[in-house]
């Protein structure tokens, strides 16, 4: 299964992002996906993770509210609408997926990764 990951861009303080990722390959395996993110000097960080039939999303509790997370399985694309969007929120964002069903908040848990694609907010 390959991932690629692509929306990222500069927006100011308040602006909004739709980031997406497309699986390509052997995506009837792929149950789980998700969306993590890194900030420069920081360890990655989980940001949203849904199930396969989009039935349950899970999200960063510092991120809820401003963060959703969605997918097309008939396109194989995962989602993450992003708004309000602050400064923080400046990183790396990668999307991930895994074949096992658990909605999964730590990275190890996920056995596919995009390229990731930088979002930078600025104030």
């Known amino acids: 299964v390959q991932l690629q990951a692509f929306g990222g861009g500069l927006v100011q303080a308040g602006g909004s992002l739709r980031l997406s990722c497309a699986a390509s390959?052997?995506?009837?395996?792929?149950?789980?996906m998700g969306w993590f993110r890194q900030a420069p000097g920081k360890e990655r960080e989980f940001v949203a993770a849904i199930s396969r039939s989009g039935g349950v999303t899970i999200y960063a509790d510092s991120l809820k509210g401003r963060f959703t997370i969605s997918r097309d399985n008939a396109v194989n694309t995962e989602y993450l609408q992003m708004n309000s969007l602050k400064p923080e929120d400046t990183a790396v964002y990668y999307c991930?997926?895994?074949?096992?069903?658990?909605?999964?908040?730590?990275?190890?848990?996920?056995?596919?990764w995009g390229q990731g694609t930088l979002v930078t907010v600025s104030s």
């Open positions: 390959g052997r995506t009837f395996f792929v149950n789980t």
């Open positions: 991930a997926a895994t074949n096992d069903r658990g909605t999964y908040t730590d990275y190890v848990s996920y056995d596919y």
